[in-house]
């Protein structure tokens, strides 16, 4: 008897996804393991924690696919490509891949509407909103940033920024500890 509960084509998505959260923990580390070269304690602090976040996002996609029935499909993670030219350029490029990673989990949600596959499209409102506190975290970095004086940003500047990201409590929740109901 076949107790798999999603569709061919939300199976392939779902894993795809999966793939994609262990890219951006990709990115997040290589960006992080950058500023803690260059002397950006605080920042690299707050991306590590990042790197953190997205492999519990693909946890969480692992772990929505086996409790479908359906079949996890463990795949090559792409390189995080280039490290960043500066500070600005690291949160824009993070920026950027947030923003991507929005519209691939706004295309599953359209597939499982689409599907009527309503315990998918659920599952997915969890990271429509993170999605949606992750882009406004990193906005919010890129205006302090750009305050500073953006690529110009002083040493003195850059410094303070950083300094603030080392001493900020860690208002980002491990999330796995997150759920639809209290996200
Ligand atoms: Fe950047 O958050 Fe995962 O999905």
Request: glycine share 4%.
């Amino acid at each position: 008897m076949d107790t798999n509960r999603l569709s061919k084509s939300l199976c392939a998505a779902l894993n795809n996804q999966m793939t994609q959260e262990a890219h951006a923990a990709q990115i997040y580390l290589s960006y992080a393991s950058w500023a803690n070269s260059h002397g950006y304690d605080g920042i690299a602090n707050f991306l590590f924690r990042h790197a953190n976040e997205e492999r519990n996002h693909m946890m969480k996609f692992l772990e929505y696919i086996l409790e479908r029935g359906a079949t996890v499909k463990i795949d090559a993670i792409p390189g995080p490509g280039e490290a960043p030219s500066s500070v600005m350029d690291c949160f824009e490029k993070t920026f950027n891949q947030e923003v991507e990673n929005t519209k691939s989990i706004y295309k599953i949600v359209k597939q499982s509407f689409d599907e009527s596959d309503w315990a998918t499209w659920n599952f997915l409102q969890w990271f429509v909103k993170e999605q949606t506190e992750e882009e406004t975290l990193i906005m919010n970095m890129l205006d302090k940033l750009k305050i500073a004086g953006g690529e110009k940003a002083s040493g003195e500047s850059l410094y303070s920024i950083d300094r603030d990201l080392k001493s900020t409590p860690d208002s980002a929740q491990l999330a796995q500890e997150k759920t639809v109901e209290e996200p």
